[in-house]
Each structure stands twice: as structure tokens, then as C-alpha cells.
């Protein structure tokens, strides 16, 4: 590039070159690109639309953009993301936040408002945490709770916890490498919690591959595939999660379409749990089910009562 590139020539061309690649929302990740270069508010590329771009800046922008039409998400590209408002790092060793996962955080809310606003402490288990921010935006928003969040990955894990430290809550969070979580110790150490949280991996094996090129090629697969029929992992969490629930304890998941008709009608749960509610998403779409522990029911011993029988 020889000639005058100024910020608004770069996105204009930049926007016209995602979009004849087939890139979703050109400009906003043309934008995004460029305000990551040159490291200043989206707002000033507009503000100071002719100022010269430096040779050296468009040569980096120029790699960003080689690197986003081989469809790599934008997000593991400029290393960060936003969820809750809160502001996380994310590489490809973690799944990327979505908007519809923060129903979750949103319904503990509204279940910590309703019934345990005034609790001293509120123990909290996200499963398979990821990129921590589920765990963590409950951590900035909940004074009281006490959050401990399981992951398989220690590549994931490290990013939580660099999450977790960058927004000030590392000591109010216990990260475990666990597949799932670690529910011998759990009983061991006579573990129990207000609210078990998770957003597991509920696609069906067969459709990762449908998925968008940047779903499909670059997120982590052992947080997507939820094995044959998308409810493997879903199914183990119905099974162990309410031995460790506390009465009157919440068990929330993000499901994914049509799955909340399956676990209504399979079998998956114990006695022990009853639906509380099932939330939509903005798409329609049943999203995030949630179980409360009933009241006087004997917890049996994990990983034998509540089984469904094959």
C-alpha cells in the first residue's frame, strides 16, 4: 500500500473486501480490526477520519485481515471479548462468550434477589468455566458468593484465572481441573451448594461440522460437542449435580434447541430435582433450564440413584 490510507479509506476498503469474502457484519469487524491497531476507541477512527495510518500499522492491520478471511473469529484475533459488560480475554483454548449465556448470570440474579439476598455467603459451582465468565461476572456482582469453577482444560483454566485476576475477583473463585467435577471430593469434603451453574457443550457430533467456519474450525471442540444426541454431558450434570445442591438449591443449564422437550420427557433427572422454569432466548428459543432441590428429599449417594436405565 503506497498510497495515502487514512482510517476511514481503510475501513471503506477493508468493509468491501470482508464482504465479497463472505464475512458476517464487514464493517463492525473492519472497524474492530483497525481500532485494535491502532489502539484507540472505535469512536476516533471517525473523529480523526483523515489522519494518515503508519506504515507499520497498516502492515499489522494487513495481517489481521489475511488472518479474519481465513475465517478465524475476530475475538481470538484481538484476544478480547465482552460479556456482561465486563471486559475478557479469550484465546482458542476457550469457547467465546455469547450474549445468550448471559441468561444465565441473569437468572441467578433474579434467584438471588428472590430468595437468598440477605444469605451471609452464597456457594456457588460453575461447570466447565471456560473463559470464567460466568463465574466471574457472578463474583463482581454477588458480594456474597463464594464461587468454585471446574474445567478439563488447563489451557482454559490459565485463562480464568487471568480473567479472574483482572477484574479483581481471584479470591473469591477456586478454579479445579476436573472432567466435569470432581464429585468424589465433592463427598469426601461433604461439599454442597446454593446454585450449580453451567453452560456444557450440547451440540450433537454430526452438526459441529455444519456449523459456521468459525465455530466449527477454530472454538475448542470438547466445549461444543455434546456427544451423539447433544445430551451426554447434560445428562452426567442432571445425574451428580443434585447430590451436592443444598435444599431449595438451583441447578441452571444452557441447553441447546429442542433439548429442554427432551429432558422433560427422558428421564434424566433425580426425584430429588423439579423444573423450576425454562427461559427463552431473543430467538425464541428454550435456552436456559433451571431445577430447584426439593425440600425434605434424602440425598442418595452419587452416581447411583436417578439413573435412567438403558
Known sequence: MTELWTSLKLIQWTASYFEKKGI?????????????????????????????????????FKSLIE?????????????TTE???LKFHVTPEVLIPRPETELLVEQV???????????????????GTGSGCIAIALAKNLAQAKVTATDKSPEALEVARKNAKFHGVEDRISFILSDIAPWKSFTAEGRSFDVIISNPPYIPSSEIPDLQSEVSQFEPRQALDGGTDGMTIIQSILQE????????????????EAQAQKIREGGFTTPSLSLNRIVKDYNGIERVITFVRSIGDTKPEPGVAGRKDR
Open 67 to 79: 488472518r479474519r478471511t481465513t475465517r478465524e473469529p475476530l475475538q481470538y484475533i484481538v484476544g
Open 24 to 60: 458476517p457484519n464487514p464493517r463492525l469487524d473492519a472497524e474492530l480490526l483497525l481500532a485494535h491497531v491502532l489502539k484507540c476507541p472505535r469512536i476516533n477512527l471517525y473523529t480523526d477520519h483523515d489522519k494518515k495510518v503508519s506504515e507499520k500499522d497498516l502492515a499489522h
Open 241 to 256: 449435580a443434585p447430590h451436592f445442591l443444598k435444599e431449595n438449591g438451583f441447578l441452571l443449564m444452557e441447553i441447546g
Open 109 to 127: 440474579m433474579n434467584i438471588v434477589g428472590q430468595t437468598q439476598g440477605s444469605a451471609p455467603t452464597m456457594q456457588i459451582l460453575d461447570i
Open 83 to 85: 460479556f456482561w459488560g
